[in-house]
């Protein structure tokens, strides 16, 4: 089984940055796909950002050109880097393992809060 586990969550005030972090076991990470999900108070979770097996990313229109996500096979992580934080950022950020259609696995979630 695949667990995973977010880190990096916190409070920030609007303009600033966080890194986020997602540590993975029980699987060959190389393997997975990974994104980042978030889901704001009140609203549906919604996907934030993708990195492919061979690294390649994409990312949802709303944090284009200030969120970067990128991983490291050797160290069975995924990251990604926020900058220019904004107050609708504000949401629980879990990190997603994709492996197939039959092959999706969910970390607990990490609190990032963003002040105006």
């Known amino acids: 089984q695949v667990h995973l586990v977010e880190s990096g969550g916190g409070l920030v005030q609007s303009g600033g940055s966080l890194r986020l972090s997602c540590a993975a076991s029980g699987t060959i990470f190389s393997r997975l796909a990974m994104n980042w999900y978030r889901q704001a108070p009140g609203k549906q979770r919604e996907w934030v950002a993708r990195v492919s097996t061979e690294g390649s990313t994409n990312y949802a229109g709303s944090v284009k050109g200030r969120f970067t996500i990128s991983r490291d096979n050797a160290k069975n992580t995924m990251s990604m880097q926020m900058n220019n934080l904004k107050p609708e950022d504000t949401a629980v950020y879990y990190c997603?393992?994709?492996?197939?259609?039959?092959?999706?696995?969910w970390g607990q979630g990490t609190q990032v809060t963003v002040s105006s």
């Open positions: 997603n393992a994709d492996g197939g259609p039959t092959d999706h696995y």
